[in-house]
């Protein structure tokens, strides 16, 4: 089959929409499919990781001076997000395809209308969201968050549609089915050394910098160091490669890792956002700290603190979870820092969810 990739990433938007694509083109293409992606030239695009990984690529031309601004559809929250009125980015992206079976839609700025004016005749279409806040004209849509159910899709899809929900489905790189077996097995030393801070690839609210502020004031392990992951299109480099510098402890930057698998292997602590990444650490059963970064993570935040998967330390956008991070790394020295962390939580996040997603591609083509 022949599967087209519609996403894009931009300092707004962040990097997880493309990654997550990333992940279901390598599962296609293991079993012998064609990828193309189609993204549009915004600051802070991925196009080198999607060439590095080999897949095909078309750029849609960045917003021009000339662009009207002036599109924002009130039926769609995210509709700036695209930067360009959705009828121009239908034609643009209709322009780039030459055949596909299936095309992939991962974009909060495009909804119905944009889905029936640009899918090609004869070929279906899978939407990927988080949102659940707009119309879709979808033969299937998966929304892979902790505490979704189908029936908040009701009157937002066809009847027709086959929904996949929750972390069953999960997009998660094969290595980390690999890796999870042995990950927790080794959960339960008590051990807190290897400290990874993983707040997003871009990391639009300069998280990592505000984290790192906290911890250069806080009782860190002696014996600990601290792995900072970030992306090279991060507007914040600079600063947070400064801010380590003030860390007591040894502090690594690694920008654009493609080796998260083993980095969150290695570690006994993880402070990171409560998007991507954050199934990657459930799946592995690393204990998280997680900060919520915008509203569309919100109810996902919440759904990991009901079931102990995780400890939340609050919004970064609002004070407090300064404190309860600090406060956090204080008692580390007097009582199992662990003890608030459920011991083996992690049964409903396999590794295997991008392999349901493709076997139920191929079944419905």
Not at 50 to 72: N, V
Not at 103 to 116: C, F
Not at 210 to 225: I, M
Not at 308 to 322: M, S
Request: contains cysteine; glycine residues 6%; hydrophobic residues 40%.
């Amino acid at each position: 089959m022949n599967i087209t990739f519609r996403t894009d990433a931009s300092l707004k938007i962040g990097a997880g929409h493309v990654m997550r694509c990333l992940t279901l083109a390598i599962e296609l293409r293991s079993r012998g499919h064609n990828c193309l992606f189609i993204c549009r030239n915004l600051e802070g695009h991925l196009a080198q990781r999607i060439i590095a990984e080999k897949f095909d690529l078309r750029m849609l031309p960045g917003p021009s001076s000339k662009t009207d601004l002036h599109f924002t559809d009130q039926n769609v929250p995210h509709a700036i997000w695209a930067e360009v009125p959705w009828r121009l980015d239908s034609e643009q992206t209709l322009a780039n395809i030459i055949h596909t079976d299936w095309l992939v839609i991962d974009h909060y700025a495009l909804d119905k209308k944009w889905e029936k004016a640009t899918t090609p005749h004869g070929a279906k279409l899978l939407v990927i969201d988080d949102l659940a806040d707009r119309t879709h004209h979808c033969n299937l849509l998966l929304d892979q968050n902790l505490g979704r159910t189908a029936t908040d899709y009701d009157g937002l899809v066809p009847a027709q549609c086959k929904r996949l929900i929750g972390p069953t489905f999960t997009l998660l790189r094969p290595e980390f089915q690999r890796l999870r077996s042995y990950s927790l097995s080794r959960r339960n030393n008590g051990l807190l050394h290897n400290i990874l801070i993983t707040m997003g690839g871009i990391d639009q609210a300069d998280a990592t910098s505000q984290v790192l502020e906290v911890l250069a004031a806080s009782n860190l392990p002696s014996e600990g160091s601290i792995t900072v992951v970030i992306g090279s299109k991060s507007p914040w480099l600079n600063k947070i490669h400064n801010l380590s510098k003030l860390i007591p402890i040894p502090t690594k930057i690694i920008v654009d890792s493609t080796d998260m698998g083993s980095l969150m292997l290695n570690a006994d602590l993880a402070i990171g956002a409560a998007g991507g990444t954050a199934w990657e650490r459930l799946c592995l059963g690393l204990p998280s700290l997680f900060l919520t970064l915008a509203d569309n993570q919100v109810a996902a935040a919440a759904a990991m603190e009901t079931t102990k998967l995780a400890i939340q330390l609050g919004d970064i956008r609002v004070d407090g979870w300064q404190y309860r991070l600090n406060d956090f790394f204080s008692k580390i020295n007097c009582t199992d820092p662990f003890s608030d962390f459920l011991q083996s939580p992690i049964d409903i996040i396999d590794g295997l969810g991008c392999r349901r997603c493709v076997t139920i591609i191929e079944s419905s083509s």
